[in-house]
């Protein structure tokens, strides 16, 4: 099989790879979208600083705002939705308990 071109990683590809992470999109997905073989991906991520913090940035950007919704719920600020827009509180008291309202 023909070995395709090397993908040239522009700034507008970065930031599309950091959007990825922020969603939590598997890398071999990331890969895909970017036009490459998840293996490809794989090595490029080893040695790529600048693919190596877009990754990291855009997980980064997730779980803070993961914890942010969580800490505004937990203190009545912005209740959480689900998919349907029913409220998801946080029972503080029990932490193996979380109520669908």
């Known amino acids: 099989m023909p ?3 090397k993908v040239t990683l522009t700034p507008e590809m970065l930031k599309m790879v ?4 922020f969603i939590r999109l598997p890398q071999d997905d990331i890969a895909i979208a970017l036009g490459m073989a998840p293996a490809t991906f794989e090595e490029r991520l080893k ?3 600048d693919l190596q913090h877009a990754i ?3 997980k980064s ?14 203190f009545g600020r912005e209740p959480v939705r689900d998919d349907h827009g029913n409220i ?3 029972n503080l008291s ?3 308990k979380m109520v669908v309202q």
């Open 47 to 49: 040695t790529d600083d």
């Open 3 to 5: 070995r395709k071109r």
């Open 61 to 74: 950007r997730s779980r803070v705002k993961v914890f942010k919704t969580l800490y505004d719920s937990a």
């Open 88 to 90: 998801i509180r946080v």
């Open 94 to 96: 029990s932490r193996d």
């Open 18 to 21: 950091e959007q990825l992470a």
């Open 56 to 58: 990291k940035t855009g």
